[in-house]
């Protein structure tokens, strides 16, 4: 008989809104003009980015798919882990994979999930729960750059931060995340990295620029969002999508450029924005890494890496740090 799952919540009510309120003040008020891609997935968001991978061009949700599917079992004995955790776990459906592992070997005790979205949060722990009836389901509502000090402790774990979504942040504030979640682990605990690999420019170009215009949306559907939370008047229809390949950074930037002058209006955030044509809002970033470079990062942060995986091609890469 399976275990009803544990819910914590450490967001405040008007967690989303206060947040979405200071990040678009401070996004949109400095040059270059930001806005944080965590506001790109509210449900139509969601819904948007669930398509995006699986679009032919869209090769990272596969890849690191295939990895787990060869070698979770290799993963769950390296790790040693009793207890893992997910960040950014969504409907935590590539975890699954790892927990079918860790339940051929025995050796899972805990799971515990944790995403900022609470609804399909709930759903996927009761549908884990049910799965995997020996296993303590332990779901966390929490924004992991903020609550890292409160993800369950005991036993030894593995912390699971998979989709390339590592790629989204700054390297300053990939540093700062790396050292906050090594000083949470205790010696023995691991961290699993998902990392999208530096490849040709034309295949990423491709894969963030799709045929059917689906991640063009979805990085328009950010304005949507601002404009429906905070009372804006963007209108999505005036700005072009602009993907394009930083050989120097070596990550992709999806921005969106203003087609005509404008002044938009944001009375949630009490700011006024004058827009030039062809001024750009970055909105998303995607730093694509190298193996060596996974490792100094890691490294760096007091994380060495005790095994790497990468698919049959060499896109992705899947790397298990242990705290020491």
Request: aromatic letters at 8%; a negative charge; zero cysteines.
């Amino acid at each position: 008989m399976s275990q009803t799952p544990r819910v914590q919540v450490l967001l405040e009510p008007d967690w989303a809104s206060d947040s979405l309120a200071a990040d678009v003040r401070r996004g949109l008020s400095t040059y270059p003009r930001t806005l944080p891609p965590r506001w790109l997935y509210d449900d139509r968001g969601s819904a948007l980015f669930d398509e995006i991978t699986r679009l032919p061009e869209y090769y990272p949700f596969t890849a690191e798919r295939s990895i787990l599917e060869a070698h979770a079992d290799e993963i769950a004995a390296a790790s040693g882990a009793t207890s893992l955790i997910e960040l950014g776990s969504g409907t935590s459906e590539k975890s699954r994979i790892l927990l079918d592992a860790f339940t051929r070997t025995g050796q899972l005790t805990r799971f515990a999930p944790v995403d900022v979205a609470e609804g399909t949060l709930r759903q996927a722990a009761d549908e884990i729960a049910a799965r995997h009836p020996g296993v303590e389901v332990v779901a966390v509502v929490a924004d992991f750059t903020l609550h890292l000090a409160h993800l369950p402790s005991g036993g030894r774990r593995m912390v699971a931060f998979l989709g390339g979504t590592i790629g989204n942040l700054y390297r300053e504030e990939r540093a700062a995340f790396l050292g906050a979640l090594a000083d949470v682990l205790e010696p023995g605990d691991s961290v699993l990295l998902g990392t999208d690999l530096v490849k040709s420019a034309d295949r990423l170009i491709a894969a963030y620029d799709d045929a059917q215009g689906v991640t063009e949306e979805f990085i328009r559907n950010s304005l949507v969002v601002v404009n429906r939370e905070l009372g804006a008047d963007f209108d999505p229809a005036a700005f072009s999508y602009v993907p394009f390949w930083d050989p120097h950074m070596e990550r992709m930037d999806l921005r969106l450029r203003a087609e005509v002058p404008q002044q938009v209006t944001i009375p949630g955030a009490d700011l006024v924005l004058d827009l030039a044509m062809g001024e750009e809002i970055r909105i998303e970033i995607s730093t694509k890494f190298r193996v060596s470079r996974i490792a100094e990062e890691l490294e760096a942060a007091g994380l060495p890496v005790s095994r790497v995986w990468t698919d049959a091609a060499g896109d992705f890469a899947l790397t298990l740090a242990t705290r020491t």
